[in-house]
């Protein structure tokens, strides 16, 4: 979502284009969340924390997407019935984007806990290794 973010505060990307990059990865989201609920650990050394890493991780991820979307939502790039372009759009101190940020935060430190337990049995299993950023 870095992508998104730096699209609309850089004004390379549209609203519409940012909007739906935003969907796009809650949607994502959402669909591993789906799989993790039904997913058995039982025998994967520390199975129980890495899929509750990977939940948090998920959810505050979906959560700081949805901030952002109303950020994005509440701060368009161009008041368009006046034509006065606001770019870059208010960050700090806007409730939408702070959230978000916030949000984010927290989806990071999950995503690097999970990072923290997943890799060394990936190594020994023989299966990809993951970075906070491939989450």
């Known amino acids: 979502m870095v992508e998104a973010v730096a699209g609309h505060t850089n004004c390379t990307l549209t609203d519409s284009d940012v909007l739906a990059l935003l969907q796009d990865g809650a949607t994502t989201r959402s669909s591993i969340l789906a799989t993790l609920q039904g997913l058995s650990v039982a025998g ?34 161009y ?26 935060e927290s989806a990071s430190s999950a995503k ?9 049995l990936a190594v020994e299993l023989g299966l990809r290794v993951f970075s906070e950023e491939d989450l």
């Not at 870059?88 to 939408?96: D, K």
């Not at 690097?112 to 060394?120: D, G, L, T």
């Open 79 to 104: 008041s368009y019935g006046s034509g006065i372009a606001y770019c870059p759009p208010p960050q700090n101190g806007e409730y939408s984007f702070d959230r978000a940020q916030a949000l984010s």
């Open 44 to 77: 994967v050394p520390n199975g129980t924390q890495l899929v509750d890493a990977l939940e948090r991780a998920m959810r505050y991820s979906i959560d700081a997407d949805e901030a952002y979307q109303q950020w994005v939502l509440n701060t368009p790039q």
């Open 112 to 120: 690097q806990e999970f990072v923290a337990i997943w890799n060394p």
